[in-house]
C-alpha cells in the first residue's frame, strides 16, 4: 500500500486551489511506496484545462532527487473542473508507468477529491493509499 502523510496531501489541495482555475503539476518523491516530499511545479501549459510541467524545473528536480537519493514516487495534477478519475489525455501522456498518479478534483459543490492510480499501457489501475500522520 502507497503512504502519504497527511500533510502532504494539505499542500497538494492547497496548491491546486492557488492555481484555479488552471491545473497544477508536481511531483511527491521518497522511496519504495512511501512519500515523504513534496515538489510543486510551474504547469507551463497555456491551456487552463491542460497541465505540461515546466521541463527544466522537471530536470533540475529529478537531478536533485537522484543526487539525494530519493525516487520520484508519484506525478500529481489536478482536475479543476472535473472528476478525480483520469481522462484520455492523462493516459495517453502517463509516461511513468512505475509512478503513483494522483489527480485532485477541486469539485463543483466545494468538495475536494483524490484519486490514486497507476497508469500503464494507456489504462489506470486504481491504487490504495494510506494517509499517515508522520
Not at 512519500?35 to 491551456?47: F, K, M, V
Not at 537519493?69 to 500529481?76: D, H, I, K, S, T
Not at 478534483?105 to 484519486?115: F, K, P, R, V, Y
Request: negative net charge; hydrophobic residues 40%.
Amino acid at each position: 500500500m502507497w503512504q502519504i502523510p497527511r500533510v502532504i496531501v494539505n499542500r497538494m489541495f492547497g496548491h491546486a486551489q492557488r492555481m484555479l482555475p488552471n491545473e497544477c503539476v508536481g511531483v511527491l518523491s521518497g522511496t519504495g511506496h512511501t512519500i515523504t516530499g513534496w515538489h510543486p511545479l510551474t504547469n507551463a501549459d497555456a491551456d487552463p484545462s491542460r497541465f505540461l510541467a515546466d521541463p527544466q524545473e522537471q530536470i533540475t528536480l529529478f537531478k536533485q532527487l537522484r543526487d539525494a537519493g530519493q525516487q520520484v514516487v508519484a506525478l500529481y495534477h489536478s482536475h479543476p473542473d472535473g472528476d478525480a478519475e483520469p481522462s484520455e489525455k492523462d493516459l495517453a501522456e502517463a509516461y511513468y508507468p512505475e509512478a503513483l498518479y494522483l489527480i485532485v478534483a477541486m469539485g463543483t459543490e466545494g468538495c475536494l477529491d483524490l484519486s490514486a492510480h497507476l497508469i500503464q499501457d494507456g489504462k489506470a489501475i486504481a491504487q490504495k493509499v494510506a494517509i499517515t500522520e508522520a
